[in-house]
Each structure stands twice: as C-alpha cells, then as structure tokens.
C-alpha cells in the first residue's frame, strides 16, 4: 500500500490561524467529495474555529488513564478503522499521555501514513528540534515538545500560515486567542512584537529552506545545477598579505551560494606602530572586495583574533574566512596562532580555514609586541636592566665584605622590581637573570667562577629569581587590567556624555558629528544617504573633507539601508564600534527630529494661515453683514416708490449709506493691508516725517471722537523716518481704540518725547487697562480682550497697527497708565542729518 501522503501548516506562534486553516482546507476536500475524517482538533475556545467543525465527522478519542486521572488523545486504531482518504490531526508536536500507543503524535501520524491514510496537520516553529534552542534564546521560555526537523522535512507540503506580529497582537487583544484573563500576561511576554518578528523570520527561513530543497530535486530531476541557501553574511579577514586576493575570491564564492549575502573584508592593525600589512595589497584587496559586491573595513585590535570575532559578532556575521597561517612548525609549536585562537573562541561563527600558495612560508614582516606596556616604558625598562644591573653590582663591590649576601640580593630584587614596575615582564625576567648571575659571580663563593658553594646560596637566588618573575607578572598582568579599566571607563564616559547629550536635547546633527569626530579623533565624519537613483549624497558633515561615499571612509555604520555613518581618519578598534554604533543611533534619531522638525515648521504657516482664515470668517460675520445691510436699507429705500421722502429724510439716508461704505471700506482695506503684511508685500515708502503735522491729521480722521484727544506735540521734536500714510492710520488705529476704552467722561492724551535716537509717540487713555500677561495677546489678529461678540470690529487695529509700525522700522508696545488704564508707545528712529 502506498504511503499516505502529509501536509503541514506551519506557524511562527499560536493565534496565526494554523487550525483554522486545516478546518478549511479538510471542508473543501469533503466539498470535492473526499473522505474526510477529524481525527483530533483543539479549538482552545476559538468560536470561529470550533464553527468549522460543523458538518465534519469527528473520530471519537481515545481516554487514558493516568494517575488516577482521565485523559484524551488520538485515537490511532479507530481512525486506521474507519480508513478515511483525509485525516485532520492538529498539534503534531504534541507528547502524549503515558499509557498512549506511541509517545509521540508525530509517531501517531507516522503510522497513519504508513496505513496509506492522508494526513493534514500543524505545528508551531517554536516545536522544530533544530530551532528549539534558538526559540529559547528568543522568548525565554523553553519548549518541551518537539518534532524531528526529518518528520516535517519529509512532509510532502509544508504551507506557512502567516500574520503580521501587530494583526496578531491585535487579534490576541480581542480574545480571539486565549481567555481575557491570560491576554495581558501574553502581550507582555511572549507575544511581545520583537519576540513574534523574530519567530515569523525563523519560519520564513525553514519554510525558504524546504523549498530549496524542493527546488534542488527538481533541478536534479532535470539537469539543472546550482543550489540555493539561506541568506549568509561572510566575513574574510586579510593579513595584508598577497594570500588575501585568494581568501576574497573563495568567500566570494562562499557567499554567493546563498542568495543575497553579504561579503565583508576586514583587516585588523595593531594599536602600537606602523601596520603589519602592505599598503598595496591592502588597496588592490579593497578593491577586489569592492567590485564582487562587498565592502571593506579596518579595525584597531591588539588581541587580533578578539577584534575578528568582535568586529564579526557586531555585523551580525554567521561565517568568517581566514587562511592558513604563514608562520613555520617551530612557530606554530611556540604559539597557537591566529587562526586556532579564533577558532576556539568563535562560539556559533563558523570559521573556514583556506589554503593558499603563502603558506608556511613565513613572515615578512615583524610582529608587533602585544605587552600591556607603552613602548616608551619598555624601553626605559630594558635599559634599566641591561645597565642598572651592572651599575649595581659596580656600587656593591667594595662593600662585598660589609654586606651579607642576603643584603646583596635584597638590594638586586629591589633593582628587578624597579624594572618590573616600568618596563614590565621581560626587562624584568632579564634583569633577574642578570642579576642571578651577578651574584654568582662577585658575591657567592668562590669569587669569580660560576659555581655556588653554598646550598644556602643556591636556594637564595632562585628564590630571587622566581620573586623576580612573580612581581613582573603581576605588574604585567595588572598594567593590562588597567588598560583595559581605562578603555572600558572610557567608553562608559563617552556613553554617559552621549546620554546627557541626548537628555540636554543637543540633538543638532552637526553637534553630533562634531561630538563623535572629536571622541574619536576622527578627521571628518559624514552621514550619507542613498537617494532614490541608488547615489549617495551627503546629508551632514564635520571636519575636513566628507566622504562621498562609504567606501572613502576608514570606518563605516550602516544604520539602515538608507543611511550610513562614514569616518575618516584613524581606523577605529573593533571594541570602539559599539561606541561608534550609539553614536550613529542617536545621528539617525536627530535626523528624524530635524525632518519633523522642518516639516513641522513647513506646515505652521499653513496652520497659521488656516487659523487666520477661521478667525476671520468667524469674526467678520457681523463687522461686514451690519455695514451692507445698513448701506442696502438706504438705498432701497431712496429707490423706493411708495414712500415720498421730505430733502432731509434723503440727506439722512444718503449720510447713512455713506457712513456704513466708509466702515466696508475701511475694513476691506484693513484686511487687505494685513494680508499684504503676512505675505511681505506690503508697499513702505519711509521719508522724513514731522509728528506736529501727521498727529493733527490722525486727530481729524476720527470725526466726532476727534473731541476726546488731547493732544500735546512739541515742535522742537525732530523728524521722523516713517512712511506718512501709514503713521497717520497707525495713529488713527491707536486713538479710535483708546477712545472707545475710555470712560465718555475722560480724554484721551497723545503725547511725544525724544530719547537717544529716536521719537516716542504715546496714546494714554483712562479705561480699565490690559493684565500684563495679556500684553501681547492685544496684537493677535481678531482679538478684542473682554469682548464676547463682534459688534466692536474684528479686531485687527492693534494687529495691523503693530505690523505697519515694524513695516517701518519702529516698535509698538503697551503699557500701564500710571493711575488705571493703558498706554501705546509707538517708537520711530529719528532722521540722521549730516
């Protein structure tokens, strides 16, 4: 009998539909006319799903009994019974109960499809035994039940049942997962979204793998070579040597066996003197990497295998290519090399060891020395030890007599400790044996011969020599912690200038890029992003020249695919890019800041003008209705044929037509002149101008009012520069106002003052005053302060009054009138003649 054929719905998480799609899947097949059977579903309450069971015929379970309790599982002999075309089995990776037939439910199904019984079923990513360690690493919680990757492998469809984490978190929410009670416990730990994005990624890429295999038999099938892989980021690490072209080409290849893998050169220089590698090699291998669709870095490293693994766990790197090692069989005996050191300390990087014709061939150039120390202190360390050893024996000579030998070696492990704390552990290792000998040869018996009497001597200077290399090796090993202290309180306080950076709000990019030049001592440092033609152009910059590109920087930060952090200057160590990432995070958020921030400051004069639009339909509704009724009422009734009007009825309608056009005109004109304001086109023509002819002017303008201004002009006040027109409106503004807010009882005083270099124009009135918190509110177009209706005006005199008056280079402000009310200070320069 032929095997049974299986379908697998696959799922990143529960609640993506897995169940239902089955459901589905299995009505349609009995729709077709199938024999379709349900073999075990668990609907966990869903209404939606346990609505699809309807109509399906249910294999009764099997109960178990375990430890006093009562327990239900797959059935496996009654549904080899009833020997339908389609069984639906959910929850493949489930365990049974002890007691059941087999431990398994995958073991359940195996034994169905060997019946010849097709199955359809589901199973979580989560449940995959290749990916239960990755899950636990993700979520924090580990998975009990599994499933052989091989069982789901040899499914004959695997079909992914997606969602998107939101829409999942969305349907959790409503309950349409688990019980209310559960959902908030859910939200917030495993269904978190970074948690569900990372789930639903390791199902695209198994799903993805099991199509490629697919894909694989079929090419074989027919003839067709070439496989496709999971997406890989290779790493290859250069030496500076002219092995590196070879190590390219071949993780070249490497990555191009998976679809749309990155390839990244890496060399690594030493801290401490000139790099290791050619200068020529390096830039022909730079760009070799280039042109095969790769990009090429360099970091700063004294631990080269440490800076690899660093530089390759910070790009997210899952392979990196070395080659063999240069070094002859007595050196590779001495140390283990590079490659067997990275090699051990890669964790889950999959490191390739390639061969190439440089091998074994030896060095060409000298390695740098990795001591903890400066090299300042190395060398002031090892002349202390060849010369500061022979020196003392000199000075303890002719007191050899005097002097035990105890006292003579006290004094040399004072010397070699001397040498210890400077030069570290060679200079001072080389001391001791100096000194040993030394004091073998002018201060032990027999004098002048290599040979110790003396057990008591023997024991005395090895004990000197091994407190020797003790000391040293504690001075080493603690000069190196201190380094590394220093470094890690370094970049703890490069971290912490960042945050207060950030919580200060100095986030200009600029500021940015000027913070992280000077930390590192960068020469330039330049965010690029690529435009929607795939150029780079420059978005900020600091420092010398920018790079115009990531490949003319020394060190690059890919943000995005969009954005990149590119520096020039000293090549930065692979510890450093951790520092160098958090300074690009926070450039790309101050980049989003300063976009929202332009186009926050593009929209406000929309908003702005938008206000003014509703203000002003709001405000004019009566100021331009009650002028045109009150002219239309006149004149229709001058036209009027029904009634004879006497000449002084006339001569009153006519005046009150007229006075109600004047008022239209007037506000017409006030907007009019307020729009040409905010637009800037507003017409000045400035001029010397004298107040003792404008403010009579301005006082005449107001009619009737004209009675309640005092006016007190001095003649000998000088010429003002202001366009006449506009004085005499602003004049006329600031007088009708302040009459109307003055009491009827009390007048209005205009008055003129000079001060320096310019002319004070002051409208007092007697009327109630303004708050002085509301000075300035008095400006805003359409205001009118204590108002509650608009049968005063729109309130734009002191709006358009402040305008014109800056139009011409003056200020408008107000004050408090000593004794109540408020009081108008126009300020205009004076007109400099020669």
Not at 532 to 557: F, K, L, M, N, Y
Request: proline share 5%; glycine share 8%; hydrophobic share 45%.
């Amino acid at each position: 009998m032929p095997r049974g054929r299986l379908r697998v719905y696959l799922g990143a998480a529960p609640g993506v539909g897995k169940t239902f799609a089955m459901l589905g899947e299995g009505r349609r097949a009995m729709e077709r006319g199938r024999d379709v059977v349900v073999g075990f579903v668990e609907t966990h309450g869903r209404v939606h799903t346990a609505e699809l069971l309807d109509g399906l015929e249910v294999v009764p379970r099997a109960l178990v009994q375990h430890r006093g309790s009562s327990f239900t599982e797959l059935d496996v002999p009654a549904v080899l019974a009833r020997a339908p075309k389609v069984v639906l089995i959910d929850e493949l990776a489930h365990t049974n109960v002890p007691g059941s037939r087999n431990a398994k439910r995958w073991q359940d199904v195996e034994e169905i499809l060997e019946a010849g019984v097709n199955v359809i079923s589901t199973l979580n990513v989560q449940h995959l035994e290749s990916l239960n360690d990755v899950v636990h690493e993700i979520t924090g919680v580990q998975q009990r039940e599994t499933v052989p990757d091989e069982v789901v492998r040899r499914a004959d469809q695997v079909e992914l049942v997606d969602m998107a984490p939101e829409a999942l978190r969305r349907r959790l929410a409503h309950g349409n997962v688990y019980p209310p009670e559960k959902v908030d416990a859910a939200l917030s730990n495993y269904f978190r979204e970074g948690n569900l994005t990372a789930l639903r990624e390791l199902a695209l890429l198994w799903v993805a793998g099991k199509v490629d295999e697919q894909l694989d038999r079929y090419r074989a099938d027919h003839g067709i070579r070439g496989t496709w892989e999971a997406r890989e980021r290779v790493v290859v690490a250069l030496t500076g040597g002219p092995e590196g072209d070879t190590l390219i080409r071949r993780a070249a290849r490497v990555a191009d066996r998976s679809k749309g893998a990155d390839l990244l050169a890496v060399h690594v220089t030493r801290a401490d003197g000139p790099a290791t590698g050619d200068p020529a090699h390096l830039a022909r291998q730079r760009g070799l990497a280039e042109s095969l669709g790769g990009t090429y870095h360099q970091v700063v490293g004294d631990d080269i295998p440490k800076a690899l693994l660093e530089f390759a766990s910070a790009v997210n790197a899952t392979q990196l290519v070395l080659g063999a090692s240069r070094r002859g069989r007595l050196a590779q005996l001495l140390s283990r090399g590079v490659g067997v050191e990275t090699i051990a300390q890669s964790g889950s990087i999959d490191v390739h060891m390639i061969t190439h014709a440089e091998a074994k061939r030896g060095r060409r150039r000298r390695q740098r020395s990795r001591a903890a120390l400066t090299r300042r202190r190395r060398l002031t360390g090892w002349a202390m030890a060849v010369l500061g050893m022979p020196g003392l024996a000199a000075a303890l000579i002719p007191a050899r007599e005097e002097l035990s030998l105890p006292s003579q070696i006290l004094f040399f492990l004072v010397m070699t400790i001397a040498v210890a704390l400077v030069g570290g552990m060679w200079p001072a290792v080389t001391a001791a044996v100096a000194g040993s000998v030394l004091l073998n040869y002018y201060f032990t018996s027999p004098l002048h011969e290599f040979m110790i009497s003396s057990p008591d001597n023997f024991f005395a200077l090895v004990v000197f020599v091994l407190v020797a290399v003790a000391v040293s090796s504690i001075v080493d090993t603690a000069a190196r912690r201190t380094r590394e202290a220093a470094q890690a309180g370094a970049d703890a306080e490069i971290l912490a200038t960042l945050a207060g950076h950030v919580l200060r709000g100095e986030s200009a990019l600029p500021s940015l890029l000027a913070r992280l030049r000077e930390t590192f001592g960068l020469s330039a440092a330049t965010l690029l992003e690529r435009s929607a033609d795939q150029e780079w152009r420059i978005v900020a910059t600091s420092g010398g020249p920018p790079c115009a590109t990531p490949a003319q920087g020394d060190t690059d930060v890919v943000i995005d695919e969009n954005l990149v952090l590119a520096a020039r200057g000293e090549p930065l160590e692979a510890a450093d890019r951790r520092v160098l990432e958090a300074f690009a995070a926070e450039i790309a958020v101050a980049l989003r800041h300063q976009r929202l921030a332009e186009a926050a400051s593009r929209a406000q004069p929309l908003a702005e003008a938008d206000r003014m639009r509703t203000a002003l339909l709001a405000a004019v509704s009566h100021d331009l209705r009650t002028p045109l009724a009150s002219a239309k009422a006149a004149v229709d009734s001058l036209l009027s044929t029904e009634v004879d009007w006497s000449p002084g009825d006339r001569r009153e309608l006519l005046a009150t037509a007229e006075e109600s056009l004047a008022k239209l005109n007037q506000l017409v004109v006030n907007l009019l002149d307020m729009s040409r304001l905010q637009a800037g086109v507003l017409g000045v023509a400035a001029q010397p101008v004298a107040l003792e002819e404008i403010v009579p002017r301005a006082v005449d303008e107001l009619g009737p009012l004209a009675d309640r201004v005092e006016g007190d002009i001095s003649f000998e006040l000088p010429e003002v520069v202001a366009d006449p027109a506009l004085l005499e409106r602003v004049l006329v503004n600031l007088m009708a106002n302040a009459v109307r807010y003055s009491p009827a009882d009390r007048t209005v005083l205009v008055s003129a003052s000079r001060h320096g270099g310019q002319v004070e124009i002051r409208v007092a009135d007697r009327g109630p005053g303004i708050p002085p918190e509301a000075h300035e509110r008095v400006f805003q177009p359409f205001q009118r302060l204590g108002d509650r209706d608009n049968h005063s005006g729109v309130g734009l005199g002191l709006a358009l009054s402040r305008g014109l008056t800056e139009a011409m280079g003056g200020t408008l402000t107000p004050e408090e009138t000593p004794g109540g009310g408020l009081t108008m200070t126009l300020t205009l320069p004076i007109e400099e003649r020669p």
